[in-house]
């Protein structure tokens, strides 16, 4: 008898750290398809920031580079109305974040600035002058496509488009956040916070 309650004991304790083990090493197991789904879904929220900025410009266009040529043969300008695109947005490339199951956190280290994703340019050209003997050519419609996309790019960063999309990224990472802690995980942030600070000061 005794030593079958030895045996049955012996028994409750072995189930007891087998199981022990099983759930730990479900646990553990858990927390990594957790970490993986959770930074995958940071990346598809993430991949929603973009800003979308609209531009109508005049643009005064002179072919300079063929200074001499124009002398002789008359000068080429242009008045070029400029209608635009602009979508500002983040490399997710750059997105630096990693996991630590133990403590069920997703670590972010690095959100890039927002940078100029794309630009469309639609033209219509008003007051088209050309030289009596130097007409517009293929070349030079190619430069004027050239200067005026240039002449876009140069505004944004006095657009206010930048700002707005730091803002969204912003909001971004509290929603993020938010969604992490939904399955009781903790979004680790501290190696941005400096960055955010001021940002929420902005605004």
């Known amino acids: 008898m005794e030593y079958l309650f030895i045996g049955l004991a012996a028994g409750a304790v072995l189930a007891y750290f087998i199981f022990a083990r099983f759930n730990k090493y479900r646990s553990k197991e858990r927390a990594d398809e957790q970490s993986v789904i959770l930074m995958d879904k940071i990346k598809s929220v993430c991949k929603f920031i973009t800003v979308e900025g609209d531009f109508s410009e005049i643009y005064h266009y002179e072919n300079l580079k063929e200074k001499y040529v124009s002398l002789l043969l008359g000068k080429k300008k242009a008045i070029v109305l400029i209608s635009a695109k602009a979508h500002i947005g983040f490399d997710l490339t750059k997105i630096r974040m ?53 002449h876009i790019v140069d505004k944004i960063p006095q657009s206010g488009l930048l700002e707005k999309a730091r803002k969204e990224a912003l909001e971004t990472i509290l929603l993020i956040e938010k969604i992490v802690e939904t399955i009781g995980w903790k979004l680790d942030y501290t190696a941005l916070e400096s960055n955010i600070k001021d940002q929420k000061q902005l605004h």
């Open 98 to 150: 990693s996991s630590d199951n133990d403590t069920k956190r997703i670590i972010l280290t690095n959100f890039p600035d927002p940078e100029l994703l794309t630009v469309e340019t639609d033209f219509k050209y008003y007051d088209k002058r050309e030289g009596w003997a130097n007409p517009f050519t293929t070349s030079d419609l190619t430069d004027i496509s050239h200067d005026a996309k240039k």
